[in-house]
């Protein structure tokens, strides 16, 4: 028996996009759905209500950041991650894989956070290097992952087992098993190595998964390998997964994500829900989209949003700039976010340049409206078979990637 259940209700003729509802034990999804990012069960600045009224369907929180501090030990006792958070909603868990390895590694390479190159999430490592010297060492075994926490410096250890353990503790609807993130700078032979790891850390996180009311998703991973993505694929699919989560491929361009995601969903058994981690610029979602995925989470609308970089259907706004010092518009015209109808431009423009806190809690709900927004046009488009003229109709008026 299934903690969720994924009903497709519309496939696309003309691409591999469908349409589902996807019920789960704290309510149902419409897909495709973009799924928003509280890595410390909190969307940054929004209570549950804001998120909600933003559009947002379900809530993405982070087992290494809830792991810290022993945290999720405070949300089991709180009855899980919805409950504590007061979100009347599904959730979901990332498995602290990926944080793991950006945050043990990324600096040394001269790329971190808020890298440009990097669209979807923070920069991964180069695991080429299985050990580092000097203050950021990392040593991946086949029992798990050491590293020195950047923050703190104290050693951590994650294994397959303990990710489990934090993720039944939170108590999300679904959550991803513990994988082995490689970077789009990993030799061929790491990757494969990488893979096979993958594979092999997803038996013993089923092994360890005691939990029927929550849904595990296996991670699929092979880099930029059309060969090691067909094995991770076929081998993570064998497997008692209730849906799939598609592994990177971050850094690499637009056109290369649509490639590496096709072959994925090419094999993918189409009856179980597929999410892509951390992609999520409004032109990847269209992209994606087509190629078959069904659920995506990313930091990037919510964190360009703090920054003063607002998402309108023509492209990006820097609020900042001071041609918006005297416009009395709204953000965009004939938005329904409560942003836009309730402030202008200039005043926003105002808050951000006088650094005061209500700026990003505006933008933020701008900026979540926008993407919720799109994602359900492009779902309805979907389900009355104009998908890909829809697709094309936002490609060409975005300026944007
Ligand atoms: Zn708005």
Known sequence: MSAVQFDITKEDPRSRARAAVLKTPHGEIETPAFVVVGTMASVR????????????QVV??????????????VIAHAGGLAKFMRWDGPTMSDSGGFQVFSMGFGSDHGIGKNTPY???????????????????????????????SP??????????ELSMEIQQAIGADMFFHFDECTSPLSSYEYTAAAVRRTTRWAKRCIDAKTRG?????????????????????????????????????????RDDIKKVVGWMTELLPKE??????????????????????????????????????????????????????LDEAPLEENCGCSTCQTFTRSYLHH???????????????????????????????????????????????AAYR
């Open 45 to 56: 600045t929004l209570t549950p209500d804001e998120i909600k009224k933003a559009g947002s």
């Open 60 to 73: 993405l929180a982070n087992a290494y950041h809830l792991y810290l501090e022993n945290r999720h030990e």
């Open 118 to 148: 990097f669209p979807g999430r923070d920069v991964p490592p180069d695991l080429s290097k299985t050990e580092l010297e000097g203050p950021k060492k990392i040593k991946i075994t086949e029992e798990g992952v050491t590293f020195q």
């Open 151 to 160: 923050r703190e410096g104290n050693l951590i250890s994650l294994t397959p």
């Open 213 to 253: 009311d929550q849904a595990l998703f296996g991670v699929i991973q092979g880099g930029v390998w059309e060969d090691l993505r067909e094995k991770s694929t076929k081998e993570i699919m064998s497997l008692p997964f209730e849906g799939f989560g598609l592994g990177g491929p971050v850094g690499i361009s």
């Open 272 to 325: 179980k829900p597929r999410h892509l981690l951390g992609m999520g610029s409004p032109k990847e979602i269209m992209d994606v989209i087509g190629a078959g995925v069904d659920l995506f989470d990313c930091v990037v609308p919510t964190r360009e949003a703090r920054n003063g970089t607002l998402y309108t259907n023509t492209g990006r706004l820097h609020i900042m700039n001071a041609e918006f010092r």
């Open 351 to 397: 808050l951000f340049r006088a650094k005061e806190l209500l700026a990003k809690r505006l933008a933020t709900i701008h900026n979540l409206f926008f993407i919720n927004s799109l994602v359900a046009r492009a779902r309805e488009a979907l389900k009355s078979g104009n998908f890909p003229e829809f697709q094309q109709d936002f490609y060409a008026k």
